[in-house]
């Protein structure tokens, strides 16, 4: 087995622990570990081996690389990488950390939380901007392509030679996709898809590698652009979640590392805890900028991000949002020359559903459950083709040539796949005074008449949802619609996980309403009276929540999302049946798209609780150990060889005070960091040089600050022979009240207590407080529950 980490993943070096020496094995040798594999159905577990797999030897040779030979990279989704590090959400509160804190005022505390709510209001305002740029930008490329190809259709119509309206179509959609993909899969691949799995794992206390810089954000919005402008089966709504976590992480650190820009402002927040809560903030204003739905982005960040939820954090939030929405409003507004009227409130906008024209009655509920169990399947069937292309591209698609050269492959067959669609579609309806097409194509249609293929496929996939949703009955025939949510299921499904920045959200909802409004169309044609049915559009809006539903499993937010972006609570019950009925069903076949490409990627990734069944396994069996510590008073060279020693790359080390005349572990007294520690050898904090020098300067944790979040490597670092044998004086700097359980604590409650508190290292101790183990996110996240019970997850080296 290979992890392919290098080429496809956002892994990066490092691993929590302190504990256990886990050293890469060579030439396919093994470490025996015991794990217990337990059956749900009572005390029998059976003894197994696991491995712990070096998975470099397989990686692709130089000599592959030169003949330019794709080799396939061999993937087994069961490995849990040791490449992601974890963020340090639970404060460190050492004697500079206190002090600090004590020298504080009340009104200093004032001013720092009114700092919070400015960042909040700035992230709510960049976040509006941006998807105000990335609208008007699609809009006015998108206007271009589709006015030039309509032009070049109807000339050709006339004389004959149609064939070359398909390939101007097919080369500018690949025109645009081929710079989409090119930025991304040779400048940024952490911009790639949508963003939300690599948020959300952030906001599970995952360190995910060049995630919030601000080159990926560049990167994202131009990618998103092309892709949307390309034609491909994606919306822009996805990726604004991402933008907007990025630019939460970069406002409320007050400085840019990418373009060393330091604006000496809100340094206080310059650590995970602070730059986590602003990140969900940002995550919330995304959703609420893409849908014009503040509430929904609260609860979004409730629901898919925030492992950890300070009720501090619910108003600010709210806050940004609104911002955000207000923001993008006001300045689409000035652009559609209509300054002050606010009545567009985010990207996608469903149009209002009046209560009178698609009101429900109580005995189509249950034809709303049966749509929902529908969209259920079907998202299951998306998400399991998903993952089989997904597993392939990690195989054999795994270079960036080959990654563009995929997507434009997929932006020429999506243009084929629809120019041909339109083609041989004889659904031909009348072009009346308040028809609301932006690119009516009439094709071999009579005068007076446009093709209602083209509806939906020559159009932005919003405009396709709004015309579904809102388009008179008659508007598409049965044949129309069935042809289409075919093909875009397919499509949609190809394109998610290409290597262009693009979301899932649209896509799904128009392969819903698609699906959704045909239900309703053959309703009304199988009952007597079919006017009882009403407006089939109310029929494409449970559609386009079951599919979505189906495919990403939101229940909460996906709720209220899509309620406000309809502006219409009177739908809240239907929607909620809908997606819960959805989120059911599918997760017995499958789990939600965007656990399964976190699954992928070999992410540490903690859930809600612990395993089921988990309650036989106990710290002592879980922890790493041996554990590498330090003294109070530590050795330079001890330090920097431990630091070095790159089989390990611990991030975390108890602090011990040594036990007289025993060989056993001493006696826990603190925790320090590697960040720590660093900063520490790079300030040549030691103690004969404190002696000598009566003038040094006092470390102060605006030190430790400024190194925050790129801390320089060990290895650029030097320590002279002579500052090896000086001594280092821990004391002031380690956290003196790490979090500590017995190594009796079952799995479950050291779970909780873990997630609960957004811990990185937990110590494992004996009744004399003796270190004896440490417990990282790995060691938890490595048990889940299987098909046959509980198992332990492989871990990878690299």
């Known amino acids: ?319 940004a949002s609104m911002i955000s929405t207000f923001t993008l409003n006001f300045f689409l507004s000035i652009y559609n020359k209509k300054p002050g009227d606010l009545s567009s409130p985010g990207l996608i906008n469903f149009g209002r559903f009046e209560s009178d024209s698609v009101a429900y009655n109580l005995y189509e509920i249950p034809l709303f459950i049966v749509m929902g169990a529908v969209g ?121 996980g290409l290597t262009v920045s693009a979301g899932v959200f649209i896509p799904s909802l128009l392969i819903g309403a698609a699906w959704g409004r045909l239900f309703g169309i053959l309703l009304a044609s199988i009952t007597p009276n079919g006017s009882i049915w009403a407006d089939p559009g109310k029929y494409a809006l449970i559609g386009a929540a079951a599919q979505l539903g189906g495919i990403v499993r939101m229940t909460l937010s996906l709720t209220v999302i899509m309620v406000e972006a309809t502006g219409n609570v009177t739908y809240g019950l239907p929607i909620m049946l809908v997606l819960l009925t959805a989120k059911i069903v599918g997760d017995y076949f499958v789990e939600g798209l965007y656990d399964i490409h976190i699954k992928l990627q070999s992410v540490p990734f903690l859930h809600l609780e612990a395993p089921a069944t988990s309650h036989w396994l106990t710290a002592r069996e879980v922890m790493g150990a041996p554990v590498t510590c330090f003294n109070r008073i530590e050795k330079v060279g001890t330090i920097v060889d431990v630091l070095s020693n790159t089989s390990t790359n611990h991030n975390g080390f108890p602090v011990v005070v040594p036990v007289a005349a025993s060989d056993d572990m001493g006696k826990i007294c603190g925790l320090i960091l590697r960040s720590q520690l660093i900063v520490l050898l790079k300030h040549k904090v030691f103690v004969e040089l404190a002696r000598s020098r009566l003038t040094q300067r006092k470390l102060q944790l605006k030190d430790f600050r400024d190194a925050y979040p790129r801390f320089p490597p060990i290895q650029s670092i030097h320590v002279s022979q002579d500052e090896r044998e000086c001594m280092m004086d821990l004391t002031e700097f380690m956290n003196p009240t790490p979090y500590t359980v017995p190594q009796e604590t079952s799995l479950p409650r050291v779970f909780k207590l873990f997630r609960a508190l957004g811990l990185r290292h937990l110590v494992v101790v004996d009744s004399e407080n003796r270190v004896v183990g440490l417990v990282t996110r790995k060691d938890l996240a490595r048990y889940h529950m299987g098909k046959h019970g509980l198992e332990e997850m492989q871990l990878a080296q690299t």
């Open 1 to 319: 087995m290979a992890n392919i980490t290098k080429k496809v993943s956002w892994s990066s070096r490092g691993d929590e622990s302190g504990g256990g020496e886990r050293t890469p094995l060579l030439n396919g040798s093994e470490e025996v570990r015991y794990t217990r594999q337990f059956s749900g159905d009572g005390g029998m577990f059976h003894i197994g081996r696991l491995s712990t797999v070096d998975l470099e030897e397989d990686m692709t040779s130089d000599e592959d690389s030169v003949r330019g030979c794709p080799k396939e990279i061999p993937h087994n989704e069961k490995l849990l990488s040791l490449k992601y590090e974890s963020l340090d959400y639970d404060n460190s509160e050492n004697q500079l950390f206190l002090e600090e804190e004590r020298r504080m005022s009340f009104l200093g505390f004032k001013c720092l939380e009114i700092s919070r709510w400015v960042i909040c209001g700035l992230i709510g305002f960049l976040t509006g901007l941006i998807a105000c740029c990335i609208d008007i930008a699609v809009e006015n490329l998108a206007g271009v392509k589709y006015f030039v190809v309509k032009q070049n259709i109807e000339k050709f119509t006339e004389v004959g030679g149609l064939s070359i309206s398909l390939i101007l179509w097919a080369v500018l959609n690949s025109a645009f996709v081929m710079v989409g993909a090119v930025i991304v899969a040779f400048f940024e691949p952490g911009a790639a898809g949508s963003g939300i799995p690599q948020i959300k794992c952030y906001l599970n206390g995952v360190k995910i590698p060049r995630v919030v810089r601000l080159k990926t954000l560049v990167v994202k919005v131009c990618g998103v652009i092309c892709s949307v402008a390309g034609g491909l089966a994606v919306g822009k709504e996805g990726p604004m979640i991402h933008s907007g976590a990025v630019v939460a992480a970069g406002v409320s650190q007050g400085r840019s590392t990418s373009l060393k820009k330091d604006f000496k402002i809100f340094e206080y927040f310059r650590r995970d805890t602070e730059k986590r809560d602003f990140v969900s903030a940002g995550a919330a204003a995304g959703v609420s900028a893409a849908f014009g739905a503040p509430v929904g982005g609260v609860l979004f960040s409730l629901e898919e991000g925030a492992s950890f939820w300070n009720q501090m954090l619910t108003w600010r939030i709210f806050f």
């Open 376 to 496: 259920g399947l079907l998202g299951a069937l998306f998400n399991i083709l998903n993952y089989w292309l997904t597993i392939f591209r990690i195989r054999y698609v795994h270079r960036p040539c080959l990654q563009v050269m995929e997507a434009m492959l997929v932006a020429a067959v999506t243009a084929t796949v629809s120019f041909a669609m339109i083609y041989f579609s004889n659904d031909c309806q009348p072009l009346g005074p308040d028809q609301s097409e932006d690119y009516p194509l009439q094709l071999f249609c009579a005068d007076g008449e446009y093709n209602s293929m083209a509806t939906a496929f020559f159009n932005t996939p919003e405009r396709s949802v709004r015309s579904l949703f809102h388009n008179p009955p008659g508007s598409y025939n049965p044949l129309t619609l069935s042809l289409f949510t075919l093909t875009y299921f397919f499509l949609a499904c190809w394109t998610y």
